[in-house]
């Protein structure tokens, strides 16, 4: 069914939020859209790697002052044997993939003209308090549609004492730095060093840059910040200054499966990190957090609202599917050999392709016999490939 003077409260106003209210703001029938948000557009808010690898989604103009701010034309693969090595060595291979639409951003500018332009036309904007589960109660019982944006643990997860849909957590460090980047503004680098996650380097300009590490994996360093120096040093990246760090602790999960975590009867639906669509393999969520708020959106103005967790699944699942692989790669072989091989094998794919089409992935593996047999010459690795095509992902157990 159609909505009929329906009223929208967006809790969370980062990119999901936005993108949720910006999918309903013209639609037929939506009286009411309110983003509550804890924080203040105007103060820095968020700092992540900023890549956003489609910027077309953001309806924004490209510019410098809407936070667009380096135009990539793809992401550096540099895979190395691992961290006991000196800064000059050279990597095992590189692989450079394609991102056409591709920008690192500010994002804190990008959400703020977002949001500016969202409460022209109308969206009204509570901001700088955070939503209780008390008041999520009464939000929705007052509203139509709840859309939940408030990223991982979502609050419908607090609120309904379901935290444990979290089954672990990663840990992501990063900081915005000064240096010296003009030898691959256009290509960011990402550095995979023989552990289950990566550092990166990706600049804003030629002289500044937003730098990280993120572990993936059980087996992390004991000293997180030491780590990321060792690694700003190994890869060539200037040292952050250890006040600019920023230390995450990301939620793995939730459970992907779709009658989990939405709760259509409820009208609450839950949008990017707090639906656990982040890539579970390289950590990309802007783009995914933008398609489902724009999913949901469709879903509400052509009446089949309650479609929309499955629609959600089905659209992610080649995702899904590849993540699970990908990472299985990783962390089921260690063997920093073979994924340069891998890493070389996908020269000149896209990171589109290389997220989330599998097949375009599986066609050019196999081109390398030798490289395919060893992938799959392994018990864990076999398992994820059952697991990938029977949709048994690792956080629906
Ligand atoms: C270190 C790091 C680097 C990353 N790098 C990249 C990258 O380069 N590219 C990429 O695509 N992805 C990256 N990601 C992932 C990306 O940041 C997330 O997937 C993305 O932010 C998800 O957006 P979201 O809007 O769903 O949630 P969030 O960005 O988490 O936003 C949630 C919003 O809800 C608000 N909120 C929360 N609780 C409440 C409450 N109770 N009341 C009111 N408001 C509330 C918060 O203030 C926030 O604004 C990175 C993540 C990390 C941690």
């Not at 957590?169 to 552990?195: C, K, Q, S, W």
Request: net charge negative; with cysteine.
């Amino acid at each position: 069914m159609k909505p009929n003077e329906a009223r929208v409260a967006v809790l969370g106003g980062a990119v999901a939020g936005l993108a949720a209210a910006h999918g309903l703001v013209d639609a037929e029938g939506i009286t009411e859209i309110r983003v509550f948000e804890r924080q203040e557009y105007d103060t820095k808010r968020v700092d992540c790697g900023e890549a956003i690898n489609d910027a077309t989604l953001v309806p924004l103009e490209k510019t410098a002052e809407n936070g667009f701010l380096n135009d990539v034309e793809g992401f550096q693969l540099r895979v190395y044997s691992g961290r006991d090595r000196e800064f000059d060595d050279p990597p095992l291979e590189t692989s450079d993939l394609r991102c056409d639409p591709g920008y690192v951003c500010d994002r804190n500018t990008v959400e703020r003209q977002w949001a500016r332009s969202l409460a022209e036309d109308g969206v009204a904007f509570e901001t700088g308090r955070s939503v209780s589960p008390d008041e999520y109660r009464r939000i929705v019982e007052a509203y139509d549609y709840v859309v939940d944006a408030t990223g991982q643990p979502s609050l419908t997860h607090k609120a309904t004492d379901a935290v444990d849909e979290y089954t672990g957590d990663m840990v992501a460090l990063n900081a915005t730095v000064d240096g010296e980047f003009g030898e691959y503004l256009r290509y960011p680098r990402i550095f995979f060093e023989g552990y289950v996650g990566y550092s990166w380097s990706f600049p804003k300009s030629e002289r500044t840059a937003n730098v990280g590490i993120g572990w993936a994996g059980d087996r992390r360093p004991d000293d997180y910040m030491n780590a990321f120096e060792a690694a700003a040093r190994r890869n060539g990246f200037p040292v952050p200054d250890r006040s600019d760090v920023n230390v995450y602790t990301i939620p793995r999960g939730p459970s992907l499966d779709p009658r989990r975590t939405h709760r259509p009867a409820d009208g609450v639906f839950l949008v990017g990190d707090a639906a656990g669509i982040a890539n579970r393999y390289q950590g990309e969520g802007i783009c995914q957090a933008i398609w489902s708020s724009y999913l949901l959106a469709e879903s509400i103005e052509a009446g089949r609202v309650s479609e929309y967790p499955e629609r959600l699944f089905e659209a992610m699942r080649p995702e899904y599917r590849l993540a699970h692989l990908m990472r299985g790669a990783w962390v089921e072989h260690e063997d920093p050999e073979l994924l340069a091989a891998v890493a070389k094998s996908l020269e000149g794919l896209s990171i589109d392709d290389v997220t989330r089409r599998p097949r375009r992935v599986f066609r050019r593996i196999v081109r390398n016999p030798t490289v395919a047999g060893r992938l799959v010459a392994d018990s864990g690795m076999l398992r994820r490939i059952v697991d990938s095509y029977t949709d048994t992902w690792e956080y629906a157990r």
